[in-house]
């Protein structure tokens, strides 16, 4: 059993589509998180729900929408994708402290 | 949040003791140091958390002298595939709510 899962794993669309990209976790953890990484291999946070509230939204364009239906899924709505936006996608789930558990990621390709 | 200072990359042979070290000199008295390894095309994964001395795993080993202002993973005779990129991160407790934030990490080459 794959303890977060992230799907799709590969995801290429067009300048101006919406997508969306999903994450599920089966380890009971109460916090979640969204995770952007660019060309540079830069990790930078985007947002971060706890039991299904919005705790970090980190100056992220409001294209952005997460939503957490409960405790276990945490997924990630992009709108009116840009080029700006192709980067490798993580979700990550974590019980407390400052371990986490991260997915496969998502490669989103904006062309 | 402690910012954190590593090295930008490091090289290493088959069989060689790794040393990587991570400058932290504002930690709190609360913070812990936490060290993740992430594999070229996969997430981050958790390594190992200290707070002071000496912290071993089947993993990697973890040396936080008595100021608390550095600390040092080590990776014992590492092999190909240990071949990664070393975050370290230092923030305040080990449970509730934690914001977890990555730096530029350290990327370690492993050669035969």
């Known amino acids: 059993d794959t303890a977060v899962s992230q799907t799709p794993k590969y995801l290429v669309t067009q300048m101006g589509n919406d997508k969306s990209i999903k994450c599920e976790q089966n380890l009971g953890h109460d916090t979640m998180y969204w995770y952007k990484q660019d060309s540079k291999k830069f990790l930078k946070i985007m947002f971060s729900?706890?039991?299904?509230?919005?705790?970090i939204n980190e100056t992220v364009p409001n294209r952005f929408s997460p939503k957490s239906p409960d405790k276990a899924h945490l997924n990630l709505h992009i709108n009116s994708l840009e080029l700006g936006d192709s980067a490798v996608y993580f979700c990550a789930s974590s019980p407390s402290g400052w371990v986490a558990f991260f997915g496969q990621g998502t490669r989103l390709t904006v062309v | 949040l402690a910012k954190t200072t590593q090295p930008i990359s490091m090289d290493s042979y088959e069989g060689q003791e790794v040393n990587i070290t991570c400058s932290h000199n504002?930690?709190?008295?609360?913070?812990?140091i936490t060290w993740y390894q992430q594999f070229p095309s996969q997430g981050p994964r958790f390594i190992i958390q200290g707070y002071k001395t000496k912290v071993t795993n089947e993993v990697a080993s973890l040396f936080i002298p008595a100021d608390r202002k550095s600390s040092t993973l080590s990776l014992p005779r590492v092999s190909l595939s240990d071949t990664a990129v070393y975050y370290c991160?230092?923030?305040?407790?080990?449970?509730?709510?934690?914001?977890?934030?990555f730096g530029t990490g350290t990327r370690l080459l492993v050669s035969p």
């Open positions: 729900y706890n039991n299904k509230e919005l705790i």
């Open positions: 504002n930690i709190a008295t609360n913070d812990y």
């Open positions: 991160l230092v923030g305040g407790g080990n449970t509730g709510f934690q914001k977890l934030v």
